[in-house]
């Protein structure tokens, strides 16, 4: 069964993008208005995220976030065939000599970013990374429960000399690194609701009491790892433009939280700029919070 969807995916991705987009609008309706995917939880996430705002500007964000989802959709089947020439054209980084240089010869690097825009295609960074070939690269990632969908995925996240972490593997994985003198570039996506048994914090994240990761902040300290935020931009339809931010050339010499702190104020920053394009439809706000931490 593997095989026969991957195969179709790689044809469908074959397609060009002005057809993509034609479907992702046709696959709007349905979505919205038909099959009302979780637009329950992306109308309660709204609505308490911008308190400020009226229903009818709620309504336009929703709407713009279901347009963009469908278009995130058929941009990363599109990964299956998309070439190293098209994707440094659609998707650009600023910024990557500095990271290079705050590495230098000895030290890894942290990148923080979220689910915003199309982070499937942040995995092409070791095409504008790759001029030291010391360096590893990687992205932590919480395998799907479809276990076919989640073979797929790791293939289109693969497909530029990236690799992908499990989240429960991922301090034996960088121990390893570490004891071959390797350095190594690894992404964390830390803007999901935490497992109860995980280490966590609680902060206020948009208009909202929010328990978050500190998972990236503890092995970015124990590693002595430099640490960006990836501020995105959707430039226009099929185009994005990544901005390293640098957050800490020593983590381990802040106080405790600053760095998930920062992080989450990035975040926000860059959703407030432009709301429709981060991942409303994810039931963030699920668990509350009964014990202070």
Known sequence: MYH???KMWFLFSLLPFRALYFLSDILYFPLYYCIRYRRKIVRKNLLNAFPE????TIIKIEKKFYSFF?????ETVKMFSLSEKNIRKRMTFEGADDVIREMGNDKSCILNLGHYCNWEWITSIPLHLSANSRFCFGQIYQPLQNKLFDKLFLKIRGRFNAQSIPRKNVLRNIIGLKKENRQFVIGFISDQTPQRRSDHRWIDFLNQDTCVFLGAEHIARKTQSVVFYLDI????RGYY???FVLLSSNPHQLPEYALTDMYFQHLEETIRRNPPYWLWSHNRWKRPRTVKT
């Open 4 to 6: 026969i969807i991957s």
């Open 53 to 56: 705002k009226d229903l009818k």
């Open 70 to 74: 469908c278009d995130y959709i058929v």
């Open 233 to 236: 931009t959707r430039i226009k």
């Open 241 to 243: 433009n990544c901005r």
